[in-house]
Nanobody, 128 residues
Framework: QVQLVESGGGLVQAGGSLRLSCAAS????????MGWFRQAPGKEREFVAA????????YYANSVKGRFTISRDNVKNTVYLQMNSLKPEDTAVYYC?????????????????????WGKGTLVTVSS
């Protein structure tokens, strides 16, 4: 059974940092791109960041560029999201995702339904 399990969410003050982790299990994730999405209350789920398997190339939403960093450990099948300079508008449930396709610059426009696997999410709350 494939599982993506997120951890590291919590409450932080504006300007602070958090590091999210996503542990993937249940299949061979070689060749899978990994990503993070988020959904704020009353809003649609949106792309945050993604990282390709082979090249390690990274992609970011404009709203998080320069503040968030995605990385992965292919041996541990784990992807990380380092979030710095957090803002109240970053408050959301953050979801880990894995897909056999590297969507490249199209990640922000990729329909949620085509992504192979999702985690259950971890809540990040940024207070002002």
């Amino acid at each position: 059974q494939v599982q993506l399990v997120e951890s590291g969410g919590g409450l932080v003050q504006a300007g602070g940092s958090l590091r999210l982790s996503c542990a993937a299990s249940g299949r061979d994730f070689s060749g899978y791109s990994m990503g993070w999405f988020r959904q704020a209350p009353g809003k649609e789920r949106e792309f945050v960041a993604a990282i390709a398997w082979g090249t390690g190339r990274t992609y970011y939403a404009n709203s998080v560029k320069g503040r968030f960093t995605i990385s992965r450990d292919n041996v541990k099948n784990t992807v990380y999201l380092q979030m710095n300079s957090l803002k109240p508008e970053d408050t959301a449930v953050y979801y880990c995702a894995a897909d056999s396709v590297d969507h490249g610059s199209a990640w922000p426009r990729t329909p949620m339904a085509v992504i192979n696997y999702w985690g259950k999410g971890t809540l990040v709350t940024v207070s002002s």
